[in-house]
T-cell receptor
Framework: AQTVTQSQPEMSVQEAETVTLSCTYD???????LFWYKQPPSRQMILVIR??????QNATENRFSVNFQKAAKSFSLKISDSQLGDAAMYFC??????????????FGPGTRLSVLP | NAGVTQTPKFQVLKTGQSMTLQCAQD?????MSWYRQDPGMGLRLIHY???????DQGEVPNGYNVSRSTTEDFPLRLLSAAPSQTSVYFC??????????????FGPGTRLLVL
């Protein structure tokens, strides 16, 4: 079974600084998808960034980028120029390619990010 | 376009009571799912559906039932509430069952307290 590990329960960063959140996963699949979701205090789950395993290029969305190391099964999230609004719980998630009868997201336990003014 | 909506936002139940958590999406998504979120455990899949009339169990299905009579709606039923079902419940949907459209879109969540 696939598992997702986030080894940092809590992180903090100064406003305008850069922070990296770690995620590792375990799978025997060669094709899959990886995601970072943000959950602010409102509890809404917001997609931050997505990476396809077959793409070697790291995904980037504005101030958010990933470092995807497929061989090491590592998928870290870098937040540049941190803003107060980035404070939230961040979840790393893994998803297998789908077929007609099965889809599954596996989520990590989350990392709570605090942004200090 | 409201996206994924969930009702109620908060509910208190007594042990043994039953209730239905409602979920609807207006994006014509094929895939819908229910998760529960407990502290330190991320989100765990309860049930999912790959289309109207098709449902299947996820990681933690015991004590919950689902049905999918329409593309839009995917209600979650608690048959006999237990304190262990105290959690935050999220409904999610995604456009298709394969390919690039793998992103799930989440509803705002329902906080359930079982006394």
């Amino acid at each position: 079974a696939q598992t997702v590990t986030q080894s940092q329960p809590e992180m903090s960063v100064q406003e305008a600084e850069t922070v990296t959140l770690s995620c590792t996963y375990d799978t025997s699949e060669s094709d899959y998808y990886l995601f970072w979701y943000k959950q602010p205090p409102s509890r809404q789950m917001i997609l931050v960034i997505r990476q396809e395993a077959y793409k070697q290029q790291n995904a980037t969305e504005n101030r958010f980028s990933v470092n995807f190391q497929k061989a090491a099964k590592s998928f870290s999230l870098k937040i540049s120029d941190s803003q107060l609004g980035d404070a939230a719980m961040y979840f790393c998630a893994y998803r297998t390619p789908t077929d007609n009868y099965g889809q599954n997201f596996v989520f990590g336990p989350g990392t709570r990010l605090s942004v200090l003014p | 376009n409201a996206g994924v909506t969930q009702t109620p936002k908060f509910q208190v139940l007594k042990t043994g009571q039953s209730m239905t958590l409602q979920c609807a999406q207006d994006m014509n998504h094929e895939y819908m799912s229910w998760y529960r979120q407990d502290p330190g455990m991320g989100l765990r899949l309860i049930h999912y559906s790959v289309g109207a009339g098709i449902t299947d169990q996820g990681e933690v299905p015991n004590g919950y039932n689902v049905s999918r009579s329409t593309t839009e709606d995917f209600p979650l039923r608690l048959l006999s509430a237990a304190p262990s079902q105290t959690s935050v419940y999220f409904c999610a949907s995604s456009p298709g069952t394969s390919g690039y459209q793998e992103t799930q879109y989440f509803g705002p969540g329902t906080r359930l307290l079982v006394l």
